[in-house]
């Protein structure tokens, strides 16, 4: 079946704009994981969704950063007032059952300049 | 806090050599333990996983990993590399108690040249 898709792919935005990414978990995946990875950076978790609600949300880095998700399927992460230490390829994972094992997306680059 | 190191950031090997890669987790109880890998141009694929059982666990493309969990290591070896995979390889925790989040090392770029 289909994976996680995200979009879009590539994101180039001036500083101080607000963002929005989009991720398409596999169906019937009930968790949903959204990670950074900056340059030279190891992933970085950001927010985790179980259906609808984000029972963890540790590691979002600032109140410009929210993350929402709907029908326990499609999850936007929203990014307000972009700032350059913001660029990084934004990756999405979903999981299904009890093996946690985590399907990623490709991910969306964002570039602030 | 809760962390993933791996020792080697850049490994170029020739083809048919032996290959192991290093992880270490800092302590925190029972855990779960991954060995992604994102070839280039494509999106992280899971090569191997750890949950319990035989500390040594076959993935694919002939990897394998080793849980030694009195040195808090789960390190990544193949007897023969293949110009193929080369890659970016991630080695990630899931800590239990901790949420179903993963604790991701920051990678090891592996070069295999011809």
């Known amino acids: 079946g289909a994976g996680v898709s995200q979009s879009p792919s590539n994101k180039v935005t001036e500083k101080g704009k607000d963002v929005e990414l989009r991720c398409d978990p596999i169906?019937?995946?009930?968790?949903l994981y959204w990670y950074r990875q900056s340059l030279g950076q190891g992933l970085e978790f950001l927010i985790y969704?179980?259906?609808?609600?984000?029972?963890?949300k540790s590691g979002l880095p600032s109140d410009r950063f929210s993350a929402e998700r709907t029908g326990g399927s499609v999850s936007t992460l929203t990014i307000q007032r972009t700032q350059q230490e913001d660029s990084a390829v934004y990756l999405c994972?979903?999981?299904?059952?009890?093996?946690?094992?985590?399907?990623f997306g490709p991910g969306t680059r964002l570039t602030v300049t | 806090a809760q962390s993933v190191s791996q020792h080697n950031h850049h490994v170029i090997l020739s083809e048919a050599a032996s290959l192991e890669l290093g992880c270490n987790y800092s302590?925190?109880?029972?855990?779960?333990l991954f060995w992604y890998v994102q070839y280039p141009g494509q999106h992280l694929q899971l090569l191997l996983k750890?949950?319990?059982?035989?500390?040594l666990v076959k993935g694919i493309k002939g990897f394998e990993a080793e849980f030694i969990k009195s040195k808090f290591s789960f390190n990544l070896r193949k007897p023969s590399v293949q110009w193929s995979d080369t890659a970016e390889y991630f080695c990630?925790?899931?800590?239990?108690?901790?949420?179903?989040?993963?604790?991701f090392g920051t990678g090891t770029q592996l070069k295999v040249e011809l």
């Open positions: 969704f179980q259906g609808n609600s984000a029972p963890d």
């Open positions: 750890y949950f319990s059982g035989d500390p």
């Open positions: 302590y925190g109880g029972t855990v779960n």
């Open positions: 994972a979903s999981s299904g059952g009890t093996s946690y094992e985590q399907y």
């Open positions: 990630a925790v899931k800590y239990t108690g901790g949420g179903n989040k993963l604790t």
């Open positions: 169906s019937g995946h009930t968790a």
